[in-house]
Structure formats: structure tokens, C-alpha cells
């Protein structure tokens, strides 16, 4: 296909985001699954760096970007070139079974893609389906472990094998995995059973009895409520504590998200990270970082937990959206003492890996981790007069890189602010309960920014006209 040229601002050409022909679309798709969260039917061919194309022929500055999940643009020339390759014609026709009969450059593969931007102390990666996925196997693993760790180097038993075919112990042990309040892990099993973000994802489905610690709730601006954000960091790590002393049944591992990207972007301190990591080696609890969102260079550094600064390595971090591939990195202690316990059929995608190749290539080429950091503090520059301004809909401007988020007053002005700013041009999406959350592509630019900030300024004259005129 022709690479199209983005364009230097929106352009609508609906009264209203969706369009008569998105609405449509829809409507025929409504037969066949459920879309009552479907929000306009996207045209792709069309789409082209930060602007997404609708069915209408409205181009909209994508700051959602397929929930968080787009890292260099639409349509981009590299990941293009990848997806027309001979190679990935032969990865889609051929697909392998990894675990048995990987490709034989899946090694080199992995080594140009993944490991290439391993963290720091995590030498191997497990490659998986999704994010759900990739957290669900982190789990399995962290749990393997500490039977490992205190079975010793014996065989199962005869009560191990034959308790485990009617999921009892000893076979099938009581053993946790923590997770923080309004964390977001997944919806698969075991992951639904960490998350904690919204009732509404958990309610009728059968959960594990898994502990939960709670997160800090930060006031803003920090520099105003230093004193009183350090009181509920420490308070929240005395509960952690205390927890992995008294739970009923021992805590295998804890999982945590550097931002809680769904639970309404909440952040803490690196002082407060350091301290969950002194914690759980404490107590011999393995520490999973959930990335799935953070990850791939939206927060200033490719991976968040980078600016915690830990004295040693968390024992594994999970990702996928921007990476386009989803999986873990981990320490070669949580490799399974048998084959075939942390397994699948897939065990990966190899085409998804080929697009995670060009991703990172094109990461680092063009300098796009220093354009977040940039691009970021400029967009926090432009956000924070506003928050002064427009106290009335705009509070608590927080982030990191072009992580960023504020909070509306209430629910609804938040939905009635999304949509006028679709309307206008602009794609965004929310977080939690009141958060309007910023997850725009690695490509971001201060004029992308001046688009921005221009069309929130005149959503935003406008719901101070309806709702509290002079």
C-alpha cells in the first residue's frame, strides 16, 4: 500500500463521533457480538501515524491508541515492511508449535527483539499470548517455585499425584498471590483473581482466595502534600507487612503495576517500590512487575520499574500491548524443575514477534524514548495552567513521560468531556473512576501537544458554558 502522509490537525466531517456509517457498521456487527462498548468502527487503511481514521472519513489525534496498545503510528513504514516480508509470509503460513519445534533462528529471533531490551537481571523470556496470558503463566511460575523451594530436590508423592486429580492439597496447595487495591492483572482466572480495579470485571466468577494489599492514594501537587503522601506510602507498606505475617495461607508472590493504569492511574514513589522489593525478599516472596501497560517507553524509560532504582532485580515483569507481544522476562530460577508444567501449544507468536522486531528498531533509531520524556514534560507544561483555569474539571494533572492523566469531578462529566473531545477531534479514553488517561503513541511530538491542548481548551469553555455559565 501507498504510505499516506499524516496530516497536520483533525478533520471531521460528522456532526457527531461515531458517524452515520461508523453507527452502521456497528449495528450489522451488533448481530453477531456484543458492541455496547464499541465507540466508532475504525478505518485502518486510512489510518496513519497519531490519526485515526474512522468509517465516516474522520481523522482523529489518537491519544488512546487502542487502549495504550499502538507504540510507532499507524500504518508505519518499518512495521509495514515487516508484515509485506518473505520471512513473516513464512511465519503466518508455518505456524510452529514453539515449545517442540521452535524455528531455527527463534533464538536469534528472540536475541534481536526481547532480550534486546530485557530488564536488568532478567536473562530469560517465556512468550505467551496476551497480557491476561503473560501474568496468568507468571503466576504458575511464581508458584512452582516456592513448592520447589521447600519440597527440596524429593519426587512427588503418592498423595501429591493422586490429591491433585480432585484439586486437593497436598497436591494442589493453598498458597497466594497478593495484588494491590484497584490493581488491574487480567481477565483469565487466575489473573480476575488479582485484579481489583472494578467489581463489574469479577462479579459471578468463582475467585481464589488471594490477599490484597492496599496502594497509596497520592495528593497532588506532591510538592504541596510531601509530608502527608510519605505518611500513606508508609502506611500502605506496614499493611504489606503485616499481611505477609498473618495472611491464613502463605503468599507465593505479589504483583504490582508501576502506574494502576485501569484502576485510575494511580502512581507512588520509587522510595515506595523499594520498599514493596525489601518487603517481599523479606519474606521470601517472588515479585512480579506488571508491564503490560507501563512497558515499551511510554513513561520516559522503556521499562517504568527502571525508575525505581531496586538494589536487586524484581523476579519477573510481564508486557505486551505496546511490545505487540506479550510474555515475561525472568530470572533462571523460575525455569519449572519438570518439562512441560509452564506449557502450551503456541508458547508465542512468531509474526507478533517479527512486528515486536521493528518495533524496537524503530524505538531505538529514532530516538523515540528522549521524544517521550520531551514530548511529555512539555504536554505536563500545557496541562498543569489548565488544572488552574479549569479547576472545575481538570484536578490532579499527573505523569510520566506521556503517561499522563488529570480527574474530572464526576463520572459523568468525564463521559460528557471524552465525547465533545471526540467530537473535536481528539481520541481519548478513560481510567478508573473519574481519570481521563493520555496513552498516545512512542511518536508524539510537542505539535501534536499544540493540537491537543487547543481543542481540550474549547471542550473545555464549553462545559464551563453548560454547567457553571458567568
Not at 386 to 414: K, M, S, W
Request: glycine share 6%; aromatic share 8%.
Amino acid at each position: 500500500m501507498a504510505l499516506l502522509a499524516e496530516p497536520k490537525e483533525p478533520k471531521i466531517v460528522t456532526d457527531t463521533v461515531p458517524g452515520p456509517a461508523s453507527r452502521s457498521a456497528l449495528q450489522q456487527l451488533a448481530e453477531l457480538q456484543d458492541t455496547r462498548a464499541t465507540v466508532l468502527a475504525g478505518d485502518y487503511s486510512k489510518s496513519v501515524g497519531n490519526y485515526l481514521a474512522d468509517a465516516d472519513g474522520n481523522l482523529l489525534l489518537d491519544m488512546y491508541c487502542q487502549i495504550a496498545s499502538i507504540p510507532v503510528g499507524y500504518n508505519n513504514a518499518r512495521i509495514l515492511a515487516a508484515a509485506g516480508s518473505p520471512e513473516m509470509a513464512t511465519a503466518l503460513a508455518n505456524r510452529p508449535a514453539l515449545g517442540v519445534f521452535p524455528p531455527k533462528d527463534w533464538a536469534q529471533m528472540l536475541s534481536e527483539t526481547l532480550l534486546k531490551v530485557r530488564p536488568a537481571g532478567l536473562d530469560m523470556v517465556f512468550t505467551t499470548a496476551h497480557g491476561s496470558d503473560a501474568n496468568e503463566v507468571a503466576f504458575k511460575a511464581a508458584l512452582m517455585n516456592y513448592a520447589r523451594k521447600r519440597r527440596g530436590v524429593r519426587a512427588f508423592t503418592e498423595e501429591e499425584l493422586a490429591s491433585v486429580m480432585d484439586n486437593e492439597a497436598p497436591g494442589a496447595p493453598d498458597v497466594a498471590i497478593l495484588s494491590f487495591a484497584l490493581g488491574f492483572h487480567g481477565r483469565t482466572f487466575g489473573a480476575l483473581s488479582a485484579t481489583r480495579s472494578k467489581a463489574i470485571h469479577k462479579l459471578d466468577i468463582p475467585a481464589f482466595k488471594w490477599p490484597r494489599a492496599p496502594f497509596p492514594q497520592l495528593q497532588y501537587p506532591l510538592d504541596k502534600y510531601e509530608a502527608e503522601n510519605a505518611a500513606e506510602e508508609a502506611r500502605c507498606l506496614d499493611a504489606l507487612d503485616q499481611i505477609l505475617r498473618t495472611n491464613k495461607v502463605p503468599v507465593a508472590a505479589a504483583i504490582i503495576e508501576p502506574i494502576q493504569s485501569e484502576g485510575g492511574d494511580r502512581h507512588a514513589s520509587p522510595e515506595f517500590f523499594r520498599g514493596v522489593r525489601r518487603i517481599t525478599q523479606e519474606h521470601d516472596v517472588a515479585l512480579i512487575v506488571d508491564e503490560v501497560q507501563t512497558g515499551c517507553g511510554a513513561t520516559g524509560t522503556f521499562w517504568a520499574h527502571e525508575q525505581w532504582q531496586l538494589p536487586t532485580p524484581p523476579d519477573m515483569v510481564t508486557f505486551s500491548k505496546k511490545m505487540q507481544v506479550a510474555g515475561f522476562f525472568h530470572t533462571r530460577e523460575m525455569v519449572p524443575d519438570q518439562t512441560y508444567r509452564n506449557f502450551n501449544t503456541w508458547m508465542g507468536d512468531v509474526p507478533r514477534t517479527l512486528i515486536a522486531r521493528a518495533v524496537v528498531e524503530e524505538v531505538a533509531e529514532r530516538g523515540l524514548i528522549e521524544q517521550v520524556r520531551e514530548t511529555g514534560a512539555y504536554m505536563l507544561a500545557h496541562l498543569r495552567p489548565l488544572a488552574i483555569r479549569y479547576h472545575r474539571v481538570v484536578g490532579n494533572v499527573r505523569g510520566q513521560g506521556t503517561f499522563v492523566a488529570f480527574d474530572c469531578p464526576t463520572p459523568e462529566i468525564r463521559a460528557e468531556l471524552l465525547q465533545l473531545m471526540r467530537n473535536e477531534g481528539v481520541n481519548m479514553g478513560g481510567s478508573g473512576e473519574l481519570a481521563v488517561r493520555f496513552r498516545p503513541m512512542l511518536t508524539l511530538t510537542k505539535a501534536h501537544v499544540n493540537v491537543f491542548v487547543s481543542r481540550l481548551q474549547s471542550v473545555l469553555n464549553k462545559l464551563y458554558q453548560k454547567h457553571w455559565p458567568v
